[in-house]
């Protein structure tokens, strides 16, 4: 595994870190298929996204896990922004990166994401067409998450006031007031409203995954630009290459991966539901970890 850095390619004067992960009889003077891996957001790359990308090398693939623009170790003010047509672009401008590497095959990218960086994965693969093969694990549109609730039991006009409460962050942001944040995840375990994220909270805020360049939170500001995303735009006409969506049966966001699937214009797309495991627990939990490892395994040495 190297860390790596480098430019991010949209015109944002930002460089993104990565780690980069290669398989164990790694040769540069040959080619491989390689899958981009994007953490959740308040994540960072040493996480699941990590952890998935350490996986898939170990199958053959080079996997690369990087940080977000305005996070983890990537640069960009102000800190801690979760814009979601930024993040989007972020995927292509590490696709980017990967066709400079001569070791890399160009015509075998694959790109998979965890949570909010499964559904950014899924906007960049209807708009980039270098990501031949699309895989995501335990699914968020961010924008539907944030409308209608972690249990889609929210109505979007119910969302105003999220987008009022942006917009007035802006504004105090703009007069040079401390950045207004707002938490991606519980900050607290008494704020968690269910099992499912208290382990979030568990996971960003407790050994089991804390790190010091994840503090769980984003700017406010960015809700007026994620409540109106829809990281699933076109791709009924456009969502084409093969698609493997891997979910947790007693996950609370399902719903979003099923959405997708019904949506997606791919004849090659399937859903593998790993039996008890909920949200959180395809992050890191081993069994379930290593159930979805398998399918991602089979999928992407078929359709890279």
């Known amino acids: 595994m190297n860390k790596v850095t480098f430019p991010n390619t949209n015109g944002l004067n930002i460089t993104l870190a990565g780690l980069i992960n290669f398989p164990a009889d790694f040769d540069k003077t040959q080619r491989y298929p390689a899958i981009v891996v994007s953490h959740p957001g308040g994540g960072v790359k040493e996480q699941t996204a990590g952890t998935y990308a350490k996986n898939l090398a170990e199958q ?6 990087y940080d977000a623009s305005y996070q983890g170790e990537s640069t960009g003010e102000p800190r801690q922004l979760e814009n979601p047509h930024v993040r989007t672009e972020d995927v292509s401008a590490v696709i ?16 998979m994401g965890v949570c909010a960086g499964a559904g950014y994965t899924v906007n960049a693969a209807i708009n980039d067409r270098r990501i031949k093969a699309l895989a995501t694990v335990s699914m968020v549109n961010i924008g539907q998450m944030f409308r209608n609730g972690w249990e889609n039991n929210v109505k979007d006009n119910e969302a105003m006031p999220y987008i009022e409460a942006g917009s007035g962050a802006r504004t105090s942001d703009a007069t040079g007031a401390d950045i207004a944040t707002m938490p991606l995840a519980p900050m607290n375990e008494a704020d968690a409203p269910n099992e499912e994220l208290r ?55 399902k719903w979003m ?8 214009a791919s004849n090659d797309k399937q859903m593998h539901v790993v039996n008890g495991a909920n949200h959180m627990e395809l992050y890191d939990i081993e069994a379930p970890v290593s159930e979805a490892t398998k399918a991602l395994t089979v999928f992407f040495q078929r359709t890279l």
């Open 60 to 65: 053959g693939f080079i996997a690369i896990a």
């Open 199 to 253: 382990q979030a909270w568990e996971y960003y805020h407790t050994e089991r995954a804390a790190r010091p360049t994840a503090p769980g939170f984003a700017t406010a500001r960015s809700l007026t630009q994620i409540i109106t995303y829809d990281a699933f735009f076109k791709a009924e006409a456009f969502l084409t290459q093969p698609l493997l969506t891997v979910v947790g049966s007693e996950a609370g966001s």
């Open 96 to 111: 980017d990166y990967l066709t400079t590497l001569e070791y890399v095959d160009s015509d075998r990218i694959g790109a």
């Open 257 to 264: 991966s099923d959405d997708l699937m019904e949506r997606a």
